[in-house]
């Protein structure tokens, strides 16, 4: 069974960052394609960014250029740089590890407000 563990959200003013952690249990990250997602309030849930085993990584219009997904294999954690982050950042962020199946994080919020 697969852990995921998602830390480092808060409250954030408009321009301002933020770095999401998302550890996982086991030495899986390395193989595994990962994801990060997002839900606003009264909205679906919305995929942000991914970042495959070998390292490709793909991101939503929303957040290119100001996003950054990557991966400490030896830590088994993946992370999110979130810069010059915007009010309609606010939401719950969820990471993902696909592997068999799709393990899904507790989720983490994330509020950006002046």
């Known amino acids: 069974q697969v852990q995921l563990v998602e830390s480092g959200g808060g409250l954030v003013q408009p321009g301002g960052s933020l770095r999401l952690s998302c550890a996982a249990s086991?030495?899986?990250?390395?193989?595994?394609?990962m994801q990060w997602f997002r839900q606003a309030p009264g909205k679906e849930r919305e995929f942000i960014a991914t970042i495959g085993s070998g390292g490709m990584t793909i991101y939503a219009d929303s957040v290119e250029g100001r996003f950054t997904i990557s991966r400490d294999n030896a830590k088994n954690t993946m992370y999110l740089q979130m810069n010059s982050l915007r009010l309609e950042d606010t939401a719950v962020y969820y990471c993902s590890l696909i592997a068999g199946r799709q393990y899904w994080g507790q989720g983490i919020q994330v509020t950006v407000s002046s």
């Open positions: 086991g030495s899986i990250v390395s193989v595994s394609t």
